[in-house]
Nanobody
């Protein structure tokens, strides 16, 4: 079992920045990939960015050039640095962890971009 807790969401003005954190606990050694997804009202959940246990990253088009995913293995934490935020980035952001056996989700953190 893996437990994930997100933090760092909030209200930010367009053009602003936020850093989301996802703290993992439990069977951490079995995690192969961690990622951030988001879900806006009335829309499907979509990938934002992922990072492997070896540090390889990939980004969906929604975040390329603006978002950066990183991980601190000592703290068992994955981060999503979001810059140049737009109103269309408003969504609940979810942390995900994949193991060879299962996938796990956090409860999400709300990000609202509005003036």
């Amino acid at each position: 079992q893996v437990q994930l807790v997100e933090s760092g969401g909030g209200l930010v003005q367009p053009g602003g920045s936020l850093r989301l954190s996802c703290a993992a606990s439990g069977s951490i050694s079995s995690i192969t990939v961690m990622g951030w997804y988001r879900q806006a009202p009335g829309k499907q959940r979509e990938l934002v960015a992922r990072i492997t246990s070896g540090g390889i990253t990939n980004y969906a088009d929604v975040g390329k050039g603006r978002f950066t995913i990183s991980r601190d293995n000592a703290k068992n934490t994955v981060y999503l640095q979001m810059n140049s935020l737009k109103p269309e980035d408003t969504a609940v952001y979810y942390c995900n962890a994949d193991t060879p056996y299962d996938g796990y989700w956090g409860r999400g953190t709300q990000v609202t971009v509005s003036s």
